[in-house]
């Protein structure tokens, strides 16, 4: 026995921990940079992904569809995780990471901030590598916010400002001044509660 074991205590391997802990990190990574050929590497041909009733994926394919269609260069987003909870089991892992997201979608006028438990499935594949089986959280919390109440706020950097024009896709650009309506209600401590945001089937996931 090694010092400070405990006879009968279950022992995780160092390594495969480490191992999954990259794989997640490369996974955030890929998600928000939007390289969706290193984000499709992070999972397994059959993966499966469930974030709420409404977002449910039977296969990478589906899963990594999804995400491009609804996470192209109009949104900018950010996942944070941390706290792992790492358990191995030979060839299998489950993986239990807390999640802070931001998604800033300025052809909405909307930023949108939360929190959630990721619950992940690992697996260890032919090549020896670590990849996802199944992920998905549960939210803890979010909140939806009107830029136009941030009179403030610019949006002074955006890298996918610069793809959207070298490939002639036009620039979306939200300030609150393109809103007077909006800003007049501001000014006046008024609230749009009539303003539609897009609801959970449409919203960021990752």
């Not at 010092?3 to 990190?25: C, N, Q, Y």
């Not at 928000?32 to 992070?42: E, G, I, N, S, Y």
């Not at 002639?168 to 007077?180: I, K, L, S, T």
């Not at 501001?186 to 945001?197: C, K, M, Q």
Request: proline fraction near 5%; aromatic fraction near 10%.
């Amino acid at each position: 026995m090694r010092p400070g074991e405990r006879s009968g205590v279950k022992t995780v391997p160092t390594d495969d921990v480490l191992a999954i802990h990259r794989l997640k990190f490369r996974y955030l990574r890929a998600l928000d940079t939007k390289l969706w050929d290193d984000l499709a590497d992070t999972l397994v041909p059959e993966a499966t992904a469930t974030y709420s009733e409404y977002l449910q994926f039977e296969s990478r394919e589906a899963f990594l569809t999804f995400l491009r269609n609804t996470l192209g260069p109009h949104v900018i987003t950010e996942h944070r995780c941390d706290h792992p909870e790492i358990d191995v089991d030979g060839d299998r892992a489950t993986g239990i990471w807390y999640l802070s997201d931001t998604a800033l979608i300025p052809e909405n006028n909307m930023l949108l901030r939360g929190s959630a438990f990721y619950n992940d499935e690992y697996v260890r594949c032919d090549d020896g590598r670590w990849r996802i089986a199944r992920t998905g959280y549960e939210r803890t919390y979010e909140v939806v916010l009107s830029l136009s109440d941030l009179p403030s706020l610019r949006l002074t950097a955006n890298r996918w400002g610069l793809i959207q024009q070298a490939t002639g896709v036009e620039e979306v650009e939200r300030v609150p001044r393109d809103y007077p309506a909006a800003d007049a209600q501001a000014a006046n401590g008024e609230v749009d509660t009539e303003r539609e945001y897009p609801g959970p089937e449409d919203r960021a996931a990752g």
